[in-house]
């Protein structure tokens, strides 16, 4: 089992930066892919980011290229989501995910924290 809890999140306005933590426990946290999803009201979860066990490599949606950085420190069983040029429809609950695969699609991911929300004011 591996647990997992977010922070970060926030009011914040058009054009702001936020930086979102999920802290790990369990299991050894660089086996896993950590990804972010999220999901705004009324609509279906979606990938964010994901991140390999070592760092390496990287994964990215289209809608937050250039704009967002996922991070990890695996001595701290801590992965972070930079979020810079925040826009309103940006505005979601984020969830942070770890599976051994690479979490981009929901239904697949075997390990979820519960959620931050994320406010953009225009």
């Known amino acids: 089992q591996v647990q997992l809890v977010e922070s970060g999140g926030g009011l914040v306005q058009a054009g702001g930066s936020l930086r979102l933590s999920c802290a790990a426990s369990g299991r050894t946290f660089r086996n896993y892919y950590m990804g972010w999803f999220r999901q705004a009201p009324g609509k279906a979860r979606r990938f964010v980011a994901a991140?390999?066990?070592?760092?390496?490599?990287?994964y990215y949606a289209d809608s937050v290229k250039g704009r967002f950085t996922i991070s990890r420190d695996n001595a701290k069983n801590t992965g972070y989501l930079q979020m810079n040029s925040l826009k309103p429809e940006d505005t979601a609950v984020y969830y942070c995910?770890?599976?051994?695969?690479?979490?981009?699609?929901?239904?697949?991911?075997?390990?979820w924290g519960k959620g931050t929300l994320v406010t953009v004011s225009s």
């Open positions: 995910a770890a599976d051994v695969r690479i979490p981009t699609v929901p239904s697949a991911v075997n390990y």
């Open positions: 991140i390999s066990g070592s760092g390496e490599s990287t």
